[in-house]
């Protein structure tokens, strides 16, 4: 099983910017898709972003709540994947998992994410 450790989670003030990455472990990191979930008090775990790798550069996947305000990259020579997050809003509080859709899907311990003034 491979294991994510997340990173970047901070609180940060209404229409700012974080930037969240995720380290894996293991091999094969780039045949997999990488996505960022999260959870807030009282409520579902909800995706936020997908990232396939394919032969020409990726396919990426956004909840709308989080379209064109957070963009998911990944850099499969160190094994990494990365959620940026632009114009946050108090409603995008919570904690951020990252996973890794491999032959056992994986997750991450997640790292705290709080917007407010």
């Known amino acids: 099983q491979v294991l994510l450790v997340e990173s970047g989670g901070d609180l940060v003030q209404p229409g700012g910017s974080l930037r969240l990455s995720c380290a894996a472990s293991g091999s094969a990191f780039n045949l997999y898709t990488v996505g960022w979930y999260r959870q807030a008090p009282g409520k579902q775990r909800e995706m936020v972003a997908t990232h396939t790798t394919t032969a020409t550069s990726g396919r990426t996947m956004y909840s709308d709540s989080v379209k064109g305000r957070f963009t998911i990259s990944r850099d499969n020579t160190k094994n990494m994947a990365f959620l940026q997050m632009d114009s946050l809003k108090p409603e995008d509080t919570a904690i951020y998992y990252c996973?890794?859709?491999?032959?056992?899907?994986?997750w991450g311990q997640g790292t705290q994410v709080t917007v407010s003034s």
């Open positions: 996973t890794l859709f491999a032959a056992i899907q994986s």
